[in-house]
């Protein structure tokens, strides 16, 4: 889907750049072309200098999202989820990021936490990038307690799993 919706900007790197951004945070394009998250207004220029294109590129971006139905049911409907991975530090949390060999296997996200609910560590949120949207897609889970050595192995020694940090 990631390489579908670029592909519609093929030609231009810079709403490539627009597009992504958009992706990556969540925000949505309302009816009026106007970029937003909920009910917040994020101002085109704020977007440009961000990615380091001009404010017009933006216009045409939402322009062009609009314009087309897939992108707008898909912008329309987009939105953001708070992350607590860096708040984990303030919070006491802990936070692991586990990089999988295949991210469209199933079963992943169930035998992760099946381990940590062995050793009976509350898990607060878990994240997983799309595999469709992101290059190197990762999983992240933000605990209540740390992580004992072993079970980190246990993890790092699951089929899918190419890496953990935490």
Partial sequence: ?????????EGSPSQ???????????????????????????????????IGVDRRVV???????LADEQLRRIFQNISAIPSL??????????V???EVVAADE???VAAVTELLADEDIGIRQIISDDPEFSDDPKLYIITDDPVPGDLLVAIRDLPFVRKVEF
Avoid at 2 to 7: K, L, N, R, V, W
Avoid at 24 to 39: A, H, K
Avoid at 59 to 65: L, P, R, V
């Fill in 106 to 108: 199933h079963g992943i």
């Fill in 16 to 50: 490539q750049a627009v597009i992504r951004l958009l992706l990556e945070r969540g925000f949505s394009v309302n009816d009026d072309g106007r970029v937003v998250s909920g009910g917040i207004e994020i101002p085109n220029t704020g977007i440009a200098r961000e």
């Fill in 85 to 94: 991975m860096d708040l984990a530090p303030v919070l006491d949390l802990t």
């Fill in 96 to 98: 692991l990021t586990i």
């Fill in 59 to 65: 216009d045409s971006t939402t322009d062009a999202i």
């Fill in 1 to 9: 889907m990631f390489d579908e919706i670029m592909g519609k900007f």
